[in-house]
């Protein structure tokens, strides 16, 4: 599995940048003469020159030229006993991460964003299906696993995070202090990262205690369900859950934890005991059977129980492309961190 690390570097490479900028108009615009030996009075290192001369190489679209990164491939790294050395730039980075590889380095004028190859363990064998509901009524999630009936709740603070810095957003906008504004929104997608890794974390150690594979509706529900967007459900914004889900992703792959994707038509709908479609009144669901139970832990069971159609990993794939633009958006609000940021 490959996994990217977002780290603050500290450093002035802004010389290095506009160079990198240089180098990729030069080779949009003379495709057919892709060597250093053109570029190289510019004067950055042949090491980085080259990879930007291949990627802009090849189609590019010119107007794409704005915020080029020093690109790093894996020849020009050193790595010992914990710390990345990157000679061509002279440029040490404390890094406490196993790795079987590390791919390459990219370097904007705040990030340097490590593309490590880990291994996968083997995928567990499973005793029990974890259901697990993303963005419910007042918590990030709720894990129901269908063997025990048990119910567990994850995140309770995002809800008021989200109250309290859209209070203060709203207040300096007022006041017309938009830089500040900026900062604050840095501030709560930070804290919701941390948020979400926490919560991952929860319950990847609950699947690896229970041996169970975890079973989440597939994503595309959560982003593009437009009926619901103005609720409750939606307060917080669905990327930060889109986020979340790819954390549970990463780190039960990183666990050997299988997980699979449901159809979300019907986990809300229908009884959890019986499959029958039922009714929700407010935060209940009500069946012709005469169950009743709070609707969003109705619904993680179902996610739990239903096994129809599953979407495997693998097939994600073309969505994951798909969605790197608005995820790439969602991580660049983001602070260093040492966690990886994104799949
Ligand atoms: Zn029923």
Request: charged share 25%; aromatic share 10%.
């Amino acid at each position: 599995m490959i996994l990217t690390y977002k780290i603050k570097h500290e450093k002035d490479f802004s010389k290095e940048l506009d160079m990198a900028i240089k180098i990729a108009e030069y080779a949009v615009s003379n495709k057919d003469k892709l060597s250093t030996k053109y570029i190289a009075h510019l004067g950055l290192k042949a090491v980085i020159a080259n990879q930007i001369l291949r990627k802009y190489g090849r189609n590019w679209k010119a107007k794409a030229i704005k915020s080029v990164k020093l690109t790093i491939p894996n020849q020009g790294i050193k790595y010992t006993s914990g710390i990345i050395n990157i000679p061509s730039l002279k440029l040490f980075i404390p890094f406490n991460k196993s790795f079987q590889k590390i791919n390459q380095i990219e370097i904007d004028k705040v990030f340097v964003y490590i593309s490590i190859t880990v291994s996968e363990p083997p995928i567990i064998k499973i005793k029990t299906h974890i259901g697990v509901d993303l963005n419910t009524t007042g918590h990030c999630a709720l894990a129901a696993i269908k063997e025990t009936g048990k119910v567990y709740r994850f995140g309770k603070k995002a809800e008021h995070i989200h109250k309290k810095y859209k209070i203060i957003r709203k207040n300096l906008q007022k006041k017309g202090l938009y830089g500040v504004v900026k900062k604050i929104k840095n501030r709560e997608s930070r804290i919701v990262r941390d948020l979400n890794h926490k919560i991952s974390r929860s319950i990847i150690s609950l699947a690896v205690k229970k041996k169970g594979g975890i079973q989440m509706e597939k994503l595309q529900g959560i982003r593009d369900n437009k009926k619901h967007r103005k609720s409750f459900k939606y307060a917080l914004n669905s990327w930060s859950f889109y986020q979340l889900a790819k954390f549970i992703e990463y780190k039960a792959l990183l666990a050997g934890i299988p997980v699979t994707y449901i159809e979300p038509a019907y986990t809300s709908k229908c009884c959890s005991r019986c499959g029958q479609i039922g009714e929700r009144n407010d935060k209940y669901f009500k069946c012709p059977c005469g169950h009743v139970e709070h609707a969003d832990v109705n619904a993680a069971f179902n996610i739990a129980f239903l096994s129809p159609g599953i979407v495997q990993l693998q097939k994600e794939k073309s969505f994951l492309q798909a969605e790197s633009d608005t995820r790439q958006k969602a991580t660049q609000r983001s602070y260093a961190t040492l966690e990886p940021h994104w799949l």
